[in-house]
Every structure is written in C-alpha cells, then in structure tokens.
C-alpha cells in the first residue's frame, strides 16, 4: 500500500554534490519514519538517514554527517536527501524507505526518532556513482 518512487541519482566528481528525490504515497499522511539506505555492491545494506514525520527530527549514520541533509515537503509528500562533498566511498544503490516505529522516549522531554536500522516499505532504487 505504502508506496515510494526516488530520483535524481547520478554520476559525479568526487566533491560534487546531488539531491535524491522520493515521492510518497498510501500512508494517508499518519505520523511515518521515511529513511535513506544504500548498498554498494558486495557490501551490506546501510541505513543513512531519516526524518520522522510527526515532528521533522532527523538522525544520520556517523559516516555521513556533515555532509547529507535530509528534509521534506509535505505539500508535495516528497522526501529529499541533499548529498554534498560527495566522497567515491559514498557510490551506492540508495533506496527510499519508511516504516511505522518510531523511538519514543518514557517523557515529553525526550525526541522521538527513527532508527535507520530496517524498513518495512521500499522503493526501487536510484543509483549514484562517484569518481575520483
């Protein structure tokens, strides 16, 4: 039912930057993590980012911080990931993800986030590549 369509994947120098688009669909705007992953061939899917739709908090994996933002339009039901100072270890298959468990924290003092370790909904797949 959950439906996610990305774009924008792309060749570029390593430095360059690029902006991944996914287009979200079949969740009737309910409170729902959208993610990033990617996976270089051989190597083991990675979660890169999320944003929670009930409050926009984000969270990034270590390696791309700094670097990536990721942010949405609810107008448009898009989710971006805004990749700058892109590095050739960043070349991947990224996919667009989203899934409907959230950490609450035990008080209203805390942030509630998205864990970027698994998803239950995905897209198809953009690819990026980075050359040195």
């Known amino acids: 039912q959950v439906q996610l369509v990305e774009s924008g994947g792309g060749s570029v120098q390593a430095g360059g930057s690029l902006r991944l688009s996914c287009v979200t669909s079949g969740y009737n705007n309910r409170p729902v993590c959208l993610l990033w992953f990617r996976q270089a061939p051989g190597e083991a899917r990675e979660g890169v980012a999320s944003i929670y739709t009930g409050g926009d908090t984000t969270y990034y994996a270590d390696s791309v911080k700094g670097r990536f933002t990721i942010s949405r339009d609810n107008a448009k039901n898009t989710v971006y990931l805004q990749m700058n100072g892109l590095k050739p270890e960043d070349a991947a298959m990224y996919y667009c993800?989203?899934?409907?468990?959230?950490?609450?924290?035990?008080?209203?003092?805390?942030?509630?986030?998205?864990?970027?370790?698994?998803?239950?909904?995905w897209g198809q797949g953009t690819q990026v590549t980075v050359s040195s």
């Open positions: 993800a989203a899934h409907f468990s959230p950490r609450i924290p035990p008080s209203k003092y805390g942030t509630t986030y998205c864990p970027i370790e698994n998803a239950d909904y």
